[in-house]
C-alpha cells in the first residue's frame, strides 16, 4: 500500500502519516490562530486538504467489505491507516509476539525428509516476508548460511560447491 500510495503522490503519504492539513487564520492581535471555514478557503487551502481525501478514497478503494466496516467512522486518511494498522498488525504488544513466534520458528527451521527445495524454500520465503513487513529484516548472508546449513546430508557436496565458490 505504502508503495501505491508513493506512486500515486508522495504528499499522500505524508498525509497518511502526519493527518490531514488544517487550514488556520489568526484573529485578534495575531496571537490566537483558528481554523478558517470553507468558504475562507483559497485555492492552496484546498488543494492541501484535497490530499486527505485522495489519500483516504486510495485506502478505502484498496480494501473489501469487512475491511470497510472497521474504518467507515475514520475521518481522515491517518484514523484509516492506524486503524488499518492495527487490525493487520495488532498493538506494540502483539506485533513484538509475532516477531519472537517467528524468529523462534526462523531459529529452528528445518527442512522436512520428504520436502522438496522449493517447498522448504517458499516455507522458509513465507516465514522471512512475514518478519520483514513487521520490521525485522534478517541480512541476505544470515539467510544464505541458514538454508545452506539446514540442507540435508544429500546435499553436502552442492553446498560445499557453493561455500568454495562464495569468493568468486
Known sequence: MHDFIMAEDSELWDVICDGPFVSMKTVGKG???VPKTRKEYNDVDRKA??????????LVCG??????????????AKEIWEALQTAHEGTTQVKQSKIDMLTNEYELFKMKEDESIQ??????????NELHSLGEVIPRN???????SILPGSWESKVNAIIEAKYL
Open 31 to 33: 496571537t490566537v490562530t
Open 119 to 128: 517447498d522448504m524454500h517458499t516455507r522458509f520465503t513465507s516465514i522471512i
Open 142 to 148: 544470515k539467510l544464505v548460511w541458514k538454508i545452506l
Open 63 to 76: 480494501i473489501g467489505p469487512d475491511e470497510y466496516n472497521r474504518i467507515s467512522a475514520c475521518q481522515s
Open 49 to 58: 486538504i484535497e490530499k486527505n481525501f485522495r489519500a483516504k478514497k486510495i
